[in-house]
Structures are given as structure tokens and as C-alpha cells.
């Protein structure tokens, strides 16, 4: 197993963690507005791009593909796992905050 692949998936749930987190910094208001439509579209765009590299890689190793190692393969299955199952956490919280909602007395 590549050590410095291995060093690179940490540094990218590094920036993820740190994206999901606004980067730390406090934002004001009337700097920069985000489009929750927009922000959800990348997410989901994001997971199918991983599903859509570890099938990739899959066939690839399945095929006999020498430029395609196993623990690769199975590295971008599991991000790719992690990936999905976040989303649908976010969702189920989605859900559950609706009905919350829903069922508030006015």
C-alpha cells in the first residue's frame, strides 16, 4: 500500500471537514450568499462522481488493468461508501427536522 496515498485521502477529508465547517472563519452577513440549491447540486454531484470513479476503478481491476492496484480499488470504493452513506444521513436529518416542523403547533 502507497503510503503517500494514503497521506493524500487524509489531507482530502482534511478539506472536507474543514469546508463542511465553513473553514473555521465566522462569516458576516452581506459578504457572500450561498445558494443551498447550489451547495446540495455539488454535494450530489460529488458522491455520483465518486460512486462513478470506484465502479471505474472496479472494472478496471477486474479487467486485469496492471495501472490498477487492489488496495487503490478498494480505497475509492470505501470514500466512495462514505460518501453516500453521509448522504444519506443528511437526508434522514432533512426529514426528521420537516416533520419536526411539520408538526409544531402555531
Do not use: C, H
Not at 462522481?49 to 490498477?68: C, E, I, P, R
Request: aromatic share 4%; glycine share 6%.
Amino acid at each position: 500500500m502507497n503510503v503517500s496515498k494514503v497521506d493524500g485521502l487524509l489531507a482530502e477529508m482534511r478539506t472536507a471537514m474543514l469546508a463542511a465547517q465553513g473553514a473555521g472563519a465566522p462569516r458576516t452577513v452581506g459578504t457572500s450568499s450561498v445558494d443551498f440549491a447550489s451547495v446540495l447540486k455539488s454535494s450530489l454531484d460529488g458522491v455520483a462522481q465518486a460512486q462513478n470513479q470506484a465502479t471505474q476503478m472496479q472494472n478496471a481491476f477486474v479487467l486485469g488493468d496492471d495501472k490498477v492496484s487492489l488496495s487503490d480499488t478498494m480505497i475509492a470504493m470505501q470514500k466512495a461508501n462514505i460518501s453516500f452513506q453521509t448522504t444519506i444521513q443528511v437526508r434522514n436529518k432533512v426529514v426528521a427536522a420537516y416533520n419536526d416542523i411539520m408538526n409544531m403547533s402555531v
